[in-house]
């Protein structure tokens, strides 16, 4: 609860709507204990008195009754009826939606399609046929406003539920013997609350707005008793002569309907799972920059030289360090390959070179990128927007998700060209026809009109290729582009990689968990471990004499085929959580190698040559970085 109220808190507009209905929730309570006059009693020789009068702050109405009482109490009713209806709408649509969504078939198709002839009908005539078929009154317009809102939570509700209802724990609730009610009530409910709630907080105002619009219409509180919407009802007469008596209710109604939709907003937001990391606003649109430390000069090493880079997620009170100061650079027609176990801070370096970490919690804090001698840390978004996919292009791991589902992947594929030079209709086609077979998809002529899901994944993953080469990048960085892969298919993405490399001389930065893709593809290999670089050098020296212990336990974990029967290993113990890194050096832990100093000071990356490694105690012998 703390969490959610913290989440809910760091959105301003939420915050500013929650205060604002907390504070007219509590006048409508304790209006009966205000000294205030009675609200029903007239005097038409003080009728339509100003605002500010003695003994009438808000002035008279047309009965000379007090506008300010009647204010309150009609406040009051307002808001009950309006939260009354939403629990009778949102109780009654969930119970609807749950029971179709649950039990699916025929009873789905029944319920579903009485909630459809309901919503056939537009929802104020219907509300109108409802309070002139049991008669004018408010708990007549209080059960024709739920009645009309209870198929918008039914098929809400419906819709979630059919989700859950084939979930794995659903199926072995019903192998444990629970009743279909017990299923319901303690593994479909409980899922389905925030959806409910958040379906509330967003309807509540609609829900005074349309009780409002029954009363105003003389349909809803009858007199003398009042609310907002009769209040505004009796004053239409004299809108233009005495035009306070409309804008009082007027101007209360659309407090609370605002407050209640911007709390509405924050509470959807803060029950969002996803936005839990603290990233209540949109992510900015380049990441974030906070450079403590003087910004390194360009050393001149490659086409893409990054510099004591380091990136940091700050998520409340906490700090991240994705990044501890990585440097790397890649030559024009070069492969690198940074590897690593999951959350070593590979994609992160990556997305940090344009600036594509989300921000907030996204933060680069030291370090440069220079990318032919211009340093892309703090560039302004336009410049990067123009070098994104025209000098540096990304291939992302999973393209379902990258291609856009509603669009044809040759309208995609001339978007991204569009995007930076301007090209016509018959020239957009004909140049994605020629990407697609640059990467080898048969019939790209009949295929440019597929739909990502229509294609397998093998052939999405070469449109994610086609993609980032539409423009002629000069470096393509990779982001675990064959992981979901088999191995076949891998395969042929990697070949047709190293053949565009070498044939277009692009530079590659080539993300991977797998040592036989770098030993295929790459030039040269970086090892990662907890954000720092641990290892780096050649592909053919590591790969014969790995001089880092983390890099020869990481090489122990494949599997060969026909090399005889050998112990598969594994690297005992978790990595370090990057936000309380230990002292010295972070694979201390698991390492099998480790001494006293190894735990005390910063441990720099030696160089010797080209190989370097950051290790006190590095393996000398490729014996004895087989065992």
Known sequence: MTGFLTLLARNRLALAGGIVLLLVGLLALVTPLLPLADPDVTNTSNRFRPIFSPDALLGTDHLGRDLLSRLMWGTRLSLAVGFAAAIVAATLGAAIGIIAGYYGGRTDNVIMRGVDMLMAFPYILLALAIVAALGPGLLNALIAVAAVNVPFFARNIRGITVG?????????????????????????????????????????????????????????????????????????????????TSIVPGMMILIIVMAINLLGDGVRDALDPRLKSGALSRPMAATRVDRKAPVPAPTGAGLLDVQSLETQFHVKDRVYRAVGGVDLHVEKGECLGIIGESGSGKSVTALSVMGLVASPPGVVTGGAVYYDGEDLIGAPYRRLREMRGRNVAYIFQDPLATLHPLYRVGDQLIEAIR?????????GRAKAVDLLRAVRIPNAETRISDYPHEMSGGMRQRVGIAMALANDPDIIIADEPTTALDVTVQAQVLTILDDLRRSRGLAIVFITHDFGVVAQLCDRVAVMYAGRIVEEGRTAEILDAPRHPYTARLMACVPELGGGKRRLEAIAGLPPAVNKLPPGCAFAERCTRVQEDCRQGHIPLARAGGHGVRCLHPIDDSREAAQ
């Not at 995007?419 to 020239?427: C, Q, T, V, Y």
């Open 164 to 244: 859950i209802a084939h979930k794995e724990f659903v199926d072995a609730a019903r192998l444990a013997g629970l009743s279909n009610t017990r299923i319901i009530l303690s593994e479909i409910l409980p899922n389905v609350v925030p959806v409910i709630v958040i379906a509330m907080s967003t309807t509540i105002g609609w829900m005074i707005l349309e009780t409002a619009g029954l009363s105003f219409l003389g349909l809803g509180s009858q007199p003398p008793q009042a609310d907002l919407g009769s209040m505004l009802g009796e004053a239409r007469s004299a809108l233009i002569t005495n035009p306070h």
């Open 419 to 427: 995007a930076h030079r301007p090209i016509g209709k018959a020239e």
